[in-house]
């Protein structure tokens, strides 16, 4: 009984299989046209202060691991600044001739610059800013230790970076081009690369160690070129019937850390390992591996604890994303579109779109986490395309919004960052003397009245009582005075004005 309810459920489960896929093939397809495609120009300082920012120069292998995510239909450019600016890699589509020239010039990142010039970076960086391909979502990432450092004198730089600030970076966020900033080593001047990547709406993310640069490196790319995953549980992810190749990216902290992937079959796939569609590539930090046309079922990654994973794929089943602005400010609300496509058209079929779960998680700050139940709080839309209304954010900060959809026999998660900016409070400088209230004057005001009439009456009182005492002495000289000599005395005898005049 035990047997027959097993192959009961491997029967539903195929037969719910069948219909996916008749409904795809069947399912009539919206005309939405595929979003703009990404567009990546990386700018890199090779100042020679990033001799003690990167001892072991690992921007190199973290633009590596970027050159081999990139995705085939994307445009790619990198550039080298210093003094002054070089392109070491052409601005171009992505394409196998592309990748292998970029890896090439990965040797020519160095400590060989004298200063920061970062304006001069830019400039070459939006070459062609009257020029752009629409079909194209243009986006910089710009990696330094320092800050504006064009001159030897402070005030060139000064006056440079706010022209960048007031100016250029304003300007390219208008354009829809923005600086995603990337701050190595606490040397940097932090406050004014947020403020770069605010203003022209992207994002800034500060390295305090250059072992933390790869992974800010991929979520930059994730910005800019945001790419469906499969969830890892524990070690193990599934791969299902409609995914044509996946890419499992491993971080670790030991760099002889062993890493390797054991099949649905059990085959085990490891470093080293000559195999047709297999391709790994490790550096001490991280190990990367692609499978083309990998089996159906449970993959199993071995890997030691606390190793940081994260398996992309590509698919004809594509769960696609609008992406939101890359930093937005606090109390705004926002809307993600959201769409499910095959073979590159939006599927619209009502039956096949309600056979999906979509919810929306967002985490942030101060332990932030919110749930979206878009398939309980939308219907199904009859263009394909769900509006989900995003709340606006209160704390400022980093948040991360997650698409995730499962169906019977596969799941996908689409990972966004967004930079939430708290207005700035400034303090106010008020001339206006602080009110007092009118009892704080009476009281005092009513003391010093009372002491000024009290120091009057007693000077009154002394000088009564002196004119008294003189007049006193005066009597008794009179009295002990010679009977003979009165007249004299009395003639003699005589009284200044005051003293004649009566108190």
Known sequence: MQQLSVNRGQFVALLMVLVCALLVAAAPRADTSLGPKPDLRLLIDISGSMKQSDPENLRRPALELIVRLLPEDARAGVWIFGESVTQIVPHQKVDAAWRERALEAVGAIDNSGQRTNIPAALEAATYDLGSMNPEYRTSIVLLTDGKVDVSASPMA??????????????????????VHTIALSDEADWDFLRSLAHASAGSAEKAQTAAQLTEIFVRSLEMVAPTPRVPVIGNIFLIDDTVDEFTALVFYEQADTVVSL???SGDLFAPGDERPGVDWFRSSQF????VVDPERGGWTLQAP??????????????????????????????????????????????????????????????DYRNTIDVSGLYPVPETGEYRVSIPPFETGGRYEITVLLAGPTLQRELPMYVDVVAPVVTPSISTRPVAVPEDDFLRPALTLAGILLAALALGLWLLRRRKQRKLELWRQRFQQAPADSEASAVAGMRADDDDNKSP
């Open 157 to 178: 730089n000064a006056a440079a970076a706010r022209e960048l600030l007031t100016d250029t970076a304003p300007d390219l966020g208008a354009t829809g081009i923005p």
């Open 262 to 264: 054991v099949s649905p």
């Open 287 to 290: 190990a990367l591996v692609t």
């Open 305 to 366: 604890d606390g190793a940081r994973t994260r398996v992309s794929v590509i698919s004809d089943l594509e769960l696609e994303v609008d992406p939101l602005p890359n930093s937005l400010p606090s109390g705004r609300v926002t809307e993600l579109g959201i769409r499910l496509r095959e073979s590159g058209e939006v599927i619209t079929s009502p039956e096949l779109l309600e056979v999906f779960d979509i919810n929306v998680v967002i985490t942030g700050p101060d």
